[in-house]
Protein backbone atom coordinates (compact mmCIF):
# COMPACT_ATOMS: atom_id res chain seq x y z
CA UNK A 1 0.00 0.00 0.00
CA UNK A 2 1.04 3.35 -0.97
CA UNK A 3 0.35 6.25 2.30
CA UNK A 4 1.63 10.08 1.99
CA UNK A 5 2.99 11.44 5.30
CA UNK A 6 3.09 14.87 5.90
CA UNK A 7 5.54 16.58 8.76
CA UNK A 8 4.66 20.00 10.33
CA UNK A 9 6.44 22.89 12.07
CA UNK A 10 9.32 21.26 14.46
CA UNK A 11 8.37 17.98 13.36
CA UNK A 12 9.31 18.95 9.43
CA UNK A 13 12.81 20.30 10.80
CA UNK A 14 13.00 16.91 13.25
CA UNK A 15 12.88 14.85 9.69
CA UNK A 16 14.62 17.06 7.08
CA UNK A 17 11.45 16.91 4.69
CA UNK A 18 8.23 17.96 4.67
CA UNK A 19 6.44 15.22 2.81
CA UNK A 20 7.50 11.85 1.84
CA UNK A 21 5.08 8.81 0.02
CA UNK A 22 5.97 5.47 1.46
CA UNK A 23 4.94 2.14 -0.46
CA UNK A 24 4.85 -0.65 2.93
CA UNK A 25 3.69 -4.43 2.35
CA UNK A 26 0.22 -5.33 2.62
CA UNK A 27 -2.70 -3.08 3.05
CA UNK A 28 -3.04 -1.90 6.68
CA UNK A 29 -0.74 -0.67 9.65
CA UNK A 30 -1.41 0.98 12.44
CA UNK A 31 -0.13 4.56 12.49
CA UNK A 32 2.39 3.46 15.81
CA UNK A 33 4.07 0.92 13.54
CA UNK A 34 3.98 3.12 10.29
CA UNK A 35 5.87 5.68 12.54
CA UNK A 36 8.40 3.39 13.95
CA UNK A 37 9.30 1.65 10.09
CA UNK A 38 9.91 4.94 8.63
CA UNK A 39 11.71 7.00 11.82
CA UNK A 40 13.45 3.77 13.50
CA UNK A 41 12.47 5.46 16.59
CA UNK A 42 9.16 5.34 19.43
CA UNK A 43 6.82 8.54 18.70
CA UNK A 44 7.52 11.43 20.98
CA UNK A 45 5.04 11.93 23.41
CA UNK A 46 3.71 15.45 22.90
CA UNK A 47 3.12 14.22 19.01
CA UNK A 48 -0.05 15.08 17.04
CA UNK A 49 -1.06 12.50 14.88
CA UNK A 50 -3.93 13.13 12.20
CA UNK A 51 -5.30 10.78 9.76
CA UNK A 52 -6.98 12.09 6.28
CA UNK A 53 -6.83 15.85 8.61
CA UNK A 54 -9.14 14.33 11.14
CA UNK A 55 -7.29 13.83 14.67
CA UNK A 56 -6.32 10.07 16.16
CA UNK A 57 -3.88 8.08 18.21
CA UNK A 58 -1.10 5.83 17.67
CA UNK A 59 -3.64 2.56 17.45
CA UNK A 60 -5.58 3.93 14.42
CA UNK A 61 -4.96 1.74 11.34
CA UNK A 62 -3.69 3.29 8.21
CA UNK A 63 -4.62 1.99 4.44
CA UNK A 64 -3.91 2.52 0.96
CA UNK A 65 -3.98 6.08 0.22
CA UNK A 66 -4.33 7.51 3.38
CA UNK A 67 -2.61 11.23 3.99
CA UNK A 68 -1.04 10.69 7.87
CA UNK A 69 0.39 13.72 9.44
CA UNK A 70 3.00 14.03 12.15
CA UNK A 71 2.72 17.12 13.87
CA UNK A 72 3.69 19.32 17.31
CA UNK A 73 0.77 21.09 19.79
CA UNK A 74 -0.66 23.59 18.00
CA UNK A 75 0.02 27.20 18.71
CA UNK A 76 -2.31 29.26 16.46
CA UNK A 77 -4.84 32.21 17.57
CA UNK B 1 -20.09 31.11 7.86
CA UNK B 2 -16.75 31.54 6.64
CA UNK B 3 -12.83 30.92 7.04
CA UNK B 4 -10.53 32.80 5.21
CA UNK B 5 -6.80 32.05 5.50
CA UNK B 6 -4.60 34.59 4.37
CA UNK B 7 -1.04 35.39 4.10
CA UNK B 8 -1.43 39.51 3.98
CA UNK B 9 -1.91 42.12 6.35
CA UNK B 10 -5.84 42.33 6.89
CA UNK B 11 -7.89 45.25 8.68
CA UNK B 12 -10.37 43.66 10.66
CA UNK B 13 -13.10 46.36 11.15
CA UNK B 14 -13.16 46.10 7.46
CA UNK B 15 -13.21 42.88 6.73
CA UNK B 16 -16.32 42.45 9.53
CA UNK B 17 -17.98 44.80 7.96
CA UNK B 18 -17.25 43.59 4.30
CA UNK B 19 -18.58 40.36 5.54
CA UNK B 20 -21.47 42.18 7.13
CA UNK B 21 -22.73 43.93 4.11
CA UNK B 22 -23.76 40.34 2.83
CA UNK B 23 -25.71 39.87 5.76
CA UNK B 24 -29.57 40.25 6.13
CA UNK B 25 -30.17 43.93 7.49
CA UNK B 26 -31.58 44.22 10.98
CA UNK B 27 -31.90 40.82 12.36
CA UNK B 28 -28.82 40.65 14.14
CA UNK B 29 -28.79 43.02 17.75
CA UNK B 30 -25.32 42.46 18.51
CA UNK B 31 -21.73 41.68 16.99
CA UNK B 32 -19.23 40.45 19.20
CA UNK B 33 -15.06 40.35 17.86
CA UNK B 34 -12.36 39.19 18.97
CA UNK B 35 -9.03 40.01 17.03
CA UNK B 36 -6.00 38.81 18.10
CA UNK B 37 -2.52 40.70 17.69
CA UNK B 38 1.08 39.88 17.60
CA UNK B 39 3.06 40.99 20.63
CA UNK B 40 6.29 41.68 20.47
CA UNK B 41 7.28 39.79 23.83
CA UNK B 42 6.89 36.26 24.99
CA UNK B 43 7.88 33.86 27.61
CA UNK B 44 10.15 36.47 28.91
CA UNK B 45 12.07 37.03 25.21
CA UNK B 46 12.08 40.10 23.28
CA UNK B 47 10.24 39.12 19.79
CA UNK B 48 11.13 40.84 16.42
CA UNK B 49 8.74 38.64 14.14
CA UNK B 50 6.58 35.73 13.79
CA UNK B 51 6.14 32.88 11.13
CA UNK B 52 2.66 30.80 11.13
CA UNK B 53 2.57 27.15 9.60
CA UNK B 54 -0.65 25.87 9.03
CA UNK B 55 -2.10 22.54 7.27
CA UNK B 56 -3.86 23.20 4.46
CA UNK B 57 -6.94 22.00 4.12
CA UNK B 58 -6.95 20.67 7.81
CA UNK B 59 -6.55 24.04 9.24
CA UNK B 60 -9.79 25.63 7.77
CA UNK B 61 -11.83 22.22 8.16
CA UNK B 62 -11.27 22.55 12.01
CA UNK B 63 -12.27 26.39 12.42
CA UNK B 64 -15.40 25.82 10.53
CA UNK B 65 -15.79 22.45 12.95
CA UNK B 66 -15.73 25.00 16.07
CA UNK B 67 -17.77 27.27 14.39
CA UNK B 68 -20.60 24.90 13.60
CA UNK B 69 -20.56 23.78 17.33
CA UNK B 70 -20.72 27.05 18.38
CA UNK B 71 -23.84 27.77 16.53
CA UNK B 72 -25.26 24.39 17.60
CA UNK B 73 -24.87 25.73 21.58
CA UNK B 74 -26.06 29.30 21.16
CA UNK B 75 -28.20 31.20 19.07
CA UNK B 76 -26.16 32.84 16.68
CA UNK B 77 -26.62 34.22 13.06
CA UNK B 78 -23.51 33.92 11.60
CA UNK B 79 -19.36 33.79 12.45
CA UNK B 80 -16.42 34.73 10.41
CA UNK B 81 -12.80 33.84 10.88
CA UNK B 82 -10.03 35.52 9.20
CA UNK B 83 -6.14 33.56 10.41
CA UNK B 84 -3.24 35.01 9.02
CA UNK B 85 -0.20 32.31 8.13
CA UNK B 86 3.21 33.26 7.35
CA UNK B 87 5.22 36.29 8.16
CA UNK B 88 3.64 38.37 10.34
CA UNK B 89 5.21 41.63 12.32
CA UNK B 90 4.02 42.83 15.97
CA UNK B 91 1.08 44.82 16.78
CA UNK B 92 -0.32 43.20 13.04
CA UNK B 93 -3.43 40.79 13.51
CA UNK B 94 -3.08 37.32 13.49
CA UNK B 95 -6.91 36.28 14.05
CA UNK B 96 -10.45 37.78 13.43
CA UNK B 97 -13.17 36.05 14.72
CA UNK B 98 -16.66 37.70 14.56
CA UNK B 99 -20.48 36.87 15.75
CA UNK B 100 -23.51 38.37 14.59
CA UNK B 101 -26.78 37.46 17.57
CA UNK B 102 -30.16 38.70 18.14
CA UNK B 103 -28.60 38.89 21.64
CA UNK B 104 -25.72 40.08 23.18
CA UNK B 105 -24.91 37.02 25.47
CA UNK B 106 -25.15 34.30 22.48
CA UNK B 107 -22.96 36.67 20.45
CA UNK B 108 -20.11 36.79 23.56
CA UNK B 109 -20.44 33.72 24.42
CA UNK B 110 -20.16 31.48 20.25
CA UNK B 111 -17.26 34.18 20.13
CA UNK B 112 -15.30 32.90 23.27
CA UNK B 113 -16.12 29.50 22.28
CA UNK B 114 -14.91 29.58 18.66
CA UNK B 115 -11.01 31.41 19.73
CA UNK B 116 -10.87 28.97 22.42
CA UNK B 117 -11.52 25.99 20.70
CA UNK B 118 -9.92 27.13 17.33
CA UNK B 119 -6.49 27.61 19.49
CA UNK B 120 -6.86 24.12 20.90
CA UNK B 121 -7.25 22.37 17.16
CA UNK B 122 -7.05 24.29 14.55
CA UNK B 123 -3.49 23.00 13.02
CA UNK B 124 -1.17 26.31 12.63
CA UNK B 125 2.25 26.33 14.64
CA UNK B 126 4.40 29.51 15.63
CA UNK B 127 8.06 30.15 15.18
CA UNK B 128 9.37 33.44 16.33
CA UNK B 129 12.37 35.04 15.71
CA UNK B 130 14.22 36.46 18.42
CA UNK B 131 17.64 37.98 19.50
CA UNK B 132 18.60 34.01 20.52
CA UNK B 133 17.49 32.98 17.27
CA UNK B 134 14.17 31.10 15.80
CA UNK B 135 12.27 28.78 18.31
CA UNK B 136 9.19 27.41 17.47
CA UNK B 137 6.28 27.95 20.96
CA UNK B 138 5.72 25.20 22.85
CA UNK B 139 2.51 26.04 23.78
CA UNK B 140 -0.52 28.91 23.86
CA UNK B 141 -1.26 30.59 27.20
CA UNK B 142 -4.72 29.09 28.32
CA UNK B 143 -7.84 30.93 28.78
CA UNK B 144 -8.28 30.91 32.32
CA UNK B 145 -12.00 29.85 31.40
CA UNK B 146 -10.84 26.58 29.75
CA UNK B 147 -8.40 25.94 32.93
CA UNK B 148 -10.88 26.00 35.32
CA UNK B 149 -13.76 24.41 33.94
CA UNK B 150 -13.29 22.76 30.43
CA UNK B 151 -15.73 24.90 28.84
CA UNK B 152 -16.79 28.50 28.11
CA UNK B 153 -19.20 29.00 30.86
CA UNK B 154 -22.85 28.83 29.36
CA UNK B 155 -21.45 25.35 27.79
CA UNK B 156 -19.91 24.08 30.91
Not at chain 1, 54 to 76: I, L, R
Not at chain 2, 44 to 57: E, I
Not at chain 2, 115 to 131: D, S
Request: with cysteine; charged share 25%.
Amino acid sequence: MSVKIRYFASMRDRMGKAEDTVVLEGGSMTVANLWKKISGQSLPSNTLIAVNMEYTDGSAVVKNGDEVAFFPPVTGG
Amino acid sequence: MKVDIQDVPFDPCAATRDYESALPKGKHGGIVTFVGTMRDFNDGHDVSSMFLDHYPGMTERHILGVMEEAARLSNIMDAYVVHRVGDIKPSEPIVLVAVWAAHRADAFDACRYIINYLKERAPFWKRETTPQGKRWVEHNTADPAVEAIGRPTRFA
